[in-house]
C-alpha cells in the first residue's frame, strides 16, 4: 500500500488545499519498504493533489485541514484519508502503520 | 504554564470574559503557540482550549495566513496592529472566509508578551455580495414553483423568530440547505450554527457529544467537553435525523427546549444556554409518535414552527430549471462546454420520479456532463438505471392519490411506500444499477451484462468490488 502525508518541514501540513510538499511511503505488512519519497509540488492546486493520489495509487492519505469537496473525492475513490492530523509526519507514519491513528489525532512535538 | 506565560494574562477569567464576544479569539504567545481560544473559536474550529494550548496557532486554525507574508511576525516585529481577510478550514471540512485582526498584547513598559488574534466570519458579508450581484436570492436554494414559492415566502419569518423550527420532507429535499438559510438570515447568523447528526451515534456518545461532560465523568474523559449545545450557544443547534433520537434524550431534549439549561454529564452544575434548535426528519413522526418511539410532548413543542419540502415530482417547471441551473454548475466545475440537451433527453428527465428527489438529480447531472463527450447531452448519456426504474411506469392513481394524501396531512413517509433511496454518490448509483438488472433478469450475470451494456467481466469485477456475490 501507498501512504501520502501532505507535509511542512517535519510536520503534516495543516492545509490540503495549500501544500507544497508530499511524502509518499510504500509499506507492506506495517512495515516501510525503501526510503520515503518526497515530491515538491509548488503552488499545486487541490485538484493536482488528488489527481497525484489517484495516479500514484495511493491508498492512505494523511493531512491536515481538507474541504470537504476534496475528501468525499477521495473517498469516492476509495482512498482512505486521515484528516484534522496535527503534529510531526513521522510519528504520524508509525501510527498508522500500526494501525492506530485517527482522524483529528493531535501528536506531541 | 511558565511564570512569564502567566504574566501573558489571567487566562481563566479573560478567556470567560472572551467567551461572551461573539467573535473568535486566540491568545497566542511571542513563538505563535496557543494559550487559549474562546468558546466561539472553539465551535468556529471545532476544537477545545485545552486540547489545543501549547501548538502552533496554525496547525489547529489552519488559516491561509502563513501563505499571506506571515502577518503575526510583522507584529511580532514591528508591535502594531494589523488586519487581512483569508479563510481558515475547520474539523467540520469547512472553508470560511475571515476576517483576522491582530492585536500585540504589551506590558506596562511596552514589552511585548504576546497576541490576540481575533476571527471575525465573513461568510455573511461575501453572501450579500454575489446577493447585490443578483446571484440568487435564497441562498442554493432554487425554485419556482408555488410550492416553493410558499417556502421562500415563510423563511423570512422563520427567520425573525426565535421559535423551534421542524423541517421534514424527504431525503435529497434540501432539510440542511434550508436549516442553514434559516440561521444565515436570522439575528444569530454571526453565531455558530451547529449541526448533530441524532441517528450517527449510538445513545451514550450522543449524549456526551450533545450535552458535553465534566473531566473524569468516565473512563477516557480526560478532560471537560462542552458539547454542541454550548458550542452553539448564541447561534442555532440543528438536530437532524430527529426522529432517530432515543427516548432518554427526547425527554432531556425536551429539558433544555423547555428550560434553556442543562447538567454536562458528570456534572452537579446547571449549565444555560441560548441557543435555537432547529430539527429535520425524513420519517412519520406521527406514526412514530403511535408506536411509542416518539415523545408527544417534543413533537409539539419541535413543532411550533414546521416547513414540509416537496418532494421534487411535486414542484411543477422545477426539474427543468433545475436541470439548467446544474448544467451551467458541472459545465464550469468539469471545465466542459455542453450546450445543452436534446429533446430525448429531457423528456425522461422530466418524467422520471426521483426518489432521491434534487440530490439524485444533481447525480444524475454530474454522471451525464462527465459521462457526455459531445456539445449536447442525449439519452444514452443519461445513467441506466433511470431507464430501468422508468420500465415499471410513472406513480399509479393509487400511489399519488396516497402521495396527495399525504401532503394535506403532512405526513412525510406514508404507510405502503417504500422509503425513498439515498444517492449519496456514484458507488451507490452504480451498485443500484447492478442490484436492478440482476434483479430484472432474475440473477442472470449475462443478460444483466447486456442489459447494463457492459462486458461479462465488468460486470463480475464490479459486482466483486460492490460486495454483491
Known amino acids: 500500500m501507498k501512504i501520502l502525508i501532505t507535509i511542512s518541514k517535519n510536520h503534516v501540513e495543516p492545509r490540503f488545499d495549500l501544500v507544497n510538499e508530499v511524502v509518499i511511503a510504500r509499506a507492506r505488512n506495517g512495515q516501510i519498504i525503501g526510503e520515503p519519497r518526497i515530491i515538491l509540488l509548488p503552488g499545486a492546486s487541490p485538484e493536482e493533489i488528488c489527481s497525484l493520489v489517484i495516479k500514484k495509487d495511493v491508498s492512505v492519505v494523511i493531512c491536515g485541514g481538507i474541504e470537504e469537496v476534496h475528501y468525499q473525492y477521495l473517498m469516492w475513490k476509495k482512498v482512505k484519508v486521515f484528516d484534522s492530523v496535527i503534529g510531526p509526519y513521522e510519528q504520524a507514519l508509525k501510527l498508522v502503520l500500526s494501525d492506530k491513528l485517527n482522524a483529528g489525532t493531535i501528536l506531541p512535538g | 504554564m511558565t511564570k512569564s506565560k502567566s504574566e501573558v494574562i489571567r487566562k481563566a477569567d479573560l478567556l470567560r470574559v472572551l467567551d461572551g464576544i461573539p467573535h473568535g479569539i486566540a491568545i497566542i504567545d511571542k513563538q505563535q503557540r496557543l494559550l487559549g481560544l474562546n468558546r466561539f473559536l472553539g465551535a468556529l474550529t471545532g476544537y477545545n482550549s485545552e486540547e489545543v494550548r501549547g501548538i502552533y496557532y496554525d496547525y489547529v486554525l489552519r488559516s491561509n495566513l502563513r501563505h499571506k507574508g506571515n502577518p503575526l511576525q510583522s507584529v511580532i516585529e514591528t508591535g502594531e496592529s494589523t488586519s487581512i481577510e483569508g479563510n481558515i478550514i475547520n474539523r467540520r471540512r469547512q472553508n470560511i472566509p475571515i476576517r483576522f485582526t491582530i492585536s500585540p498584547i504589551k506590558n506596562s513598559s511596552g514589552k511585548l508578551l504576546g497576541m490576540v488574534l481575533t476571527l471575525e466570519d465573513i461568510s455573511i458579508l461575501e453572501d450579500l455580495g454575489r446577493k447585490i450581484h443578483g446571484l440568487s436570492g435564497l441562498e442554493g436554494i432554487i425554485g419556482h414553483s408555488p410550492k416553493m414559492q410558499e417556502i421562500f415566502d415563510l423563511v423570512p419569518v422563520i427567520s425573525q423568530t426565535d421559535a423551534s423550527a421542524l423541517i421534514t420532507g424527504e431525503t435529497g429535499t434540501g ?179 426521483y426518489p432521491g428527489n434534487v440530490r439524485e438529480l444533481r447525480n444524475i447531472m454530474e454522471y451525464t456532463a462527465t459521462v457526455c463527450q459531445e456539445g449536447t447531452i442525449r439519452s444514452e448519456h443519461l445513467p441506466k438505471y433511470m431507464f430501468l426504474s422508468n420500465e415499471k411506469g410513472p406513480l399509479s392513481n393509487d400511489q399519488d392519490q396516497e402521495s396527495e394524501k399525504d401532503m394535506d396531512t403532512l405526513d412525510i413517509n406514508p404507510e405502503g411506500l417504500p422509503e425513498a433511496p439515498v444517492f449519496m454518490n456514484w458507488i451507490s448509483v452504480e451498485k443500484r444499477m447492478i442490484i436492478d438488472a440482476l434483479m430484472k433478469t432474475g440473477g442472470k450475470r449475462g443478460r444483466a451484462a447486456e442489459l447494463l451494456g457492459w462486458g461479462r467481466s465488468t460486470l463480475w469485477r464490479k459486482i466483486k468490488q460492490h460486495g454483491l456475490e
Open chain 2, 175 to 353: 432539510k440542511d440547505l434550508l436549516a442553514y438559510t434559516i440561521h444565515q438570515t436570522s439575528k444569530r447568523s454571526r453565531y455558530p450554527f451547529i449541526k448533530v447528526n441524532c441517528s450517527a451515534l449510538p445513545e451514550s456518545l450522543l449524549e456526551s457529544e450533545l450535552f458535553g461532560y465534566t473531566r473524569g465523568a468516565f473512563t477516557g474523559a480526560d478532560t471537560d467537553k462542552p458539547g454542541m449545545f454550548r458550542l452553539a450557544h448564541g447561534g442555532t443547534i440543528y438536530l437532524t435525523e430527529i426522529g432517530d433520537l432515543p427516548l432518554p434524550l427526547q425527554a432531556k431534549l425536551l429539558t433544555v427546549l423547555d428550560d434553556k439549561e442543562f447538567f454536562p454529564l458528570g456534572s452537579s452544575k446547571k449549565v444555560k444556554v441560548d441557543a435555537r434548535v432547529i430539527a429535520s426528519t425524513h420519517r412519520d413522526l406521527k406514526e412514530f409518535i403511535r408506536q411509542g418511539r416518539f415523545r408527544e410532548d417534543l413533537f409539539f413543542r419541535l413543532n411550533v414552527l414546521r416547513v414540509h419540502l416537496p418532494p421534487l415530482r411535486k414542484r411543477d417547471g422545477d426539474v427543468r430549471l433545475l436541470i439548467d441551473h446544474l448544467l451551467n454548475v458541472f459545465n464550469s466545475n468539469l471545465k466542459k462546454s455542453i450546450k445543452g440537451l436534446d429533446q430525448k433527453a429531457i423528456n425522461i428527465l422530466l418524467n422520471y420520479s
